[in-house]
């Protein structure tokens, strides 16, 4: 029998100081049977640090390769932006190296401290109320009574 996805309902108060985007988000987000949680609220950060109208996760999830995790389309479906989570930059470099990639020089890849991912697993359960204030390249979340801090750090393709 399949396993089937678990879903993890989030209620966010963004205040993103760096974009100036103030927002109360309310997102379902499916666990897929084999991905780790961590994989999972990184999909959930980077929605919330790219979060813009035309935002939306992938609708086959993470079994679908072909798709990003998190897109931005313009409102005739074209995509403005791929959001891919979870990798190594160094790992996405080496992947990239040799290929011709267009403008890959303006590529930019986010990654968000693991140790921070690390630290906010055991604060999350199916039903989890946070607060995510982003300035300066730095992330406070604070859920459950606890506060933490993590940083997103810029890269080149």
Same mark, same amino acid.
């Given at each position: 029998m399949a396993l089937t996805s678990t879903v993890y309902n989030f209620d966010i108060a963004l205040?993103?100081?760096?974009r100036g985007v103030y927002e109360q988000l309310a997102l379902r987000v499916a666990l897929h049977p084999s991905e780790a949680i961590e994989h999972m609220l990184t999909?959930?950060?980077a929605y919330c640090l790219e979060y813009q109208e035309g935002i939306a996760?992938?609708?086959?999830?993470?079994?679908d390769g072909d798709q990003p995790a998190v897109s931005v389309s313009h409102p005739d479906g074209r995509i &403005? %932006?791929?959001i891919y989570t979870h990798r190594d930059p160094a790992q996405?470099?080496?992947?990239a190296a040799g290929q011709r990639i267009? &403008? %890959?020089?303006?590529?930019a890849v986010y990654a968000i401290d693991r140790r921070f991912l690390e630290e906010l697993v055991p604060l999350v359960d199916r039903r989890t109320s946070l607060e995510l204030t982003v300035t300066g390249g730095q992330l406070y979340v604070?859920?459950?009574g606890k506060a933490l801090t993590g940083t997103v750090t810029e890269h080149r393709l």
């Open positions: 205040s993103d100081a760096d999909r959930v950060l996760f992938s609708k086959g999830g993470i079994s &403005r %932006a791929w996405l470099r080496r992947q267009h &403008r %890959a020089e303006e590529i604070t859920t459950g």
